[in-house]
């Protein structure tokens, strides 16, 4: 049977085995890099936020709990490096936002189904309904599990959940009047 | 079931779809591996500042040797005692220097966490 991610964790935890953390990144490095991708759209920077997103995992693995799951433990992580890198570069973010509303502005929606139509939704969005949107829905996360990852109120997160919820639903509705 | 909950459906799926590429195993497998390799090798910019603090340290120590032995004044006898003498300036301070380089050498690959 394989070990369950606190077996794991408290493996790594007492030896710093490499293998134990190993078995933790390709368990979860599908979600990690997909909450990034879906948050940075740009898939190479969000690959590179995911190994840094490990890499602090590894060096912090001492002060995880195991109060909440492994899961949203990783993303709160996950979610710190995209807010460091988002601050870092923010005049860069305004020029590729400006050059997305350009596109959003001149290309109609097509369907949901769609990666690159589904990231051009998500952009409509405000950083933390995205956040919040894409930890419940990508992320598979409560709300409470989602609250706790993001540090934000739970009545907080909801809020965003919704309306980012509203949000997206309003721009596939626009993208099937259209097709 | 809500018109709510089809969305809710219709939306998580679209996310499973675009996740979908990231979990064959060969992708797993790639990105665990650089993961694991960057943990075993500390980054770049550590090695520069630690390596460089490391051999200014050593090349100050390196030059204050040979006037902290020149001078010295033995006063028991017996070949350890002469040591300082059987050995010249330049070789203490290249031993003092080598030391210095091997004891950053065990320092440098590990992480401080």
Known sequence: ?179 | MTMEDAFDQRLKAAFANAQAPLEQPAQADAFTEKVLKRLANPDRKRVLLLGGAGSTGSAVAGTQLEGLFSNMQMPTDGLLSNVAFLVSPEAMAAMALAMAAGMVALVLPRRIV
């Open chain 1, 1 to 179: 049977m394989a070990a369950t991610d606190a077996e794991l964790t408290a493996l790594v935890i007492a030896t710093r085995n490499d293998a134990a953390f190993g078995e933790l990144i390709r368990r979860h490095q599908s979600l990690v890099r997909g909450m990034l991708q879906r948050m940075c759209r740009n898939h190479a920077l969000a690959d590179d936020l995911a190994q840094d997103t490990f890499i602090r995992a590894f060096e912090k693995i001492g002060s995880f709990k195991g109060t909440g799951t492994f899961k949203s433990w990783l993303c709160s992580i996950a979610y710190t490096e995209f807010l460091k890198s988002a601050r870092k570069r923010k005049s860069a973010d305004r020029v590729l936002e400006k050059f997305q509303a350009d596109v959003e502005e001149s290309e109609a929606p097509r369907d949901m189904g769609n990666v690159v139509d589904l990231d051009r939704a998500l952009a409509t969005l405000k950083e933390e309904e995205r956040a919040a949107v894409v930890m419940c829905y990508s992320c598979g996360m409560s709300h409470s599990e989602a609250a706790e990852s993001l540090n934000m109120p739970l009545g907080t997160v909801k809020s965003h959940v919704n309306r980012g919820r509203a949000k997206l639903q309003a721009f596939f509705a626009e993208a099937e009047v259209t097709v």
